[in-house]
Nanobody
Framework: QVQLVESGGGSVQAGGSLRLSCVAS????????MAWFRQAPGKEREGVAS????????YYVHSVKDRFTISQDNAKNTVYLQMNSLKPEDTAMYYC?????????????????????WGQGTQVTVSS
């Protein structure tokens, strides 16, 4: 059974950094798309970044380009989201998600409805 467990959230001041981790289990972590989403109170879930674990192609929402980096460690079955230059508007619950139907990370990979497996989330709070 696919399981995703996120960690690394916390509270930081604007301009600070955090690194989120998502450990996947229950399948072979070598050829699927992983993504990070976030959801702030009262707002819809938003795709942040995605990565295809075979080859490592990535895709980002415009608002986090040059600040966030998604990466993977196949040996540890883990996907990371390095978040730098954090802003108060980055405050949200961050979720990890997995997809097994597509062979690359593209525009579709920031759409929540595309993903069938989700973690429980980790809270990120950025104060001004």
């Amino acid at each position: 059974q696919v399981q995703l467990v996120e960690s690394g959230g916390g509270s930081v001041q604007a301009g600070g950094s955090l690194r989120l981790s998502c450990v996947a289990s229950g399948y072979t972590f070598s050829s699927n798309c992983m993504a990070w989403f976030r959801q702030a109170p009262g707002k819809e879930r938003e795709g942040v970044a995605s990565i295809y674990t075979r080859g490592g192609n990535t895709y980002y929402v415009h608002s986090v380009k040059d600040r966030f980096t998604i990466s993977q460690d196949n040996a540890k079955n883990t996907v990371y989201l390095q978040m730098n230059s954090l802003k108060p508007e980055d405050t949200a619950m961050y979720y990890c998600a997995a997809d097994f139907l597509h062979g690359y990370a593209g525009t579709w990979s920031l759409l929540p409805g595309t993903f069938g497996y989700w973690g429980q989330g980790t809270q990120v709070t950025v104060s001004s």
